[in-house]
């Protein structure tokens, strides 16, 4: 599957913004740090999921 630009951004501000948004690339102040807060919130989970994953493979 090939991601467009903004399929990583969009799916964040649909988990941030539940209320939508009008323009991908230029939020409302007020908008801007529940989505930057959610970014990092996803990021975070992602990394430890794949710390977790990496940990509990068998040495090869």
Known sequence: MQR???ATPGQVLHIALSHGWENIWDLP???EPRAIKVLFE????FL????????????A
Do not use: H, I
């Open 48 to 59: 430890a999921e794949r710390e977790a994953a990496v940990n509990t493979q068998a040495p």
């Open 42 to 45: 996803l990021l975070d989970d």
């Open 4 to 6: 467009t630009p903004t």
């Open 29 to 31: 102040p007020e908008d």
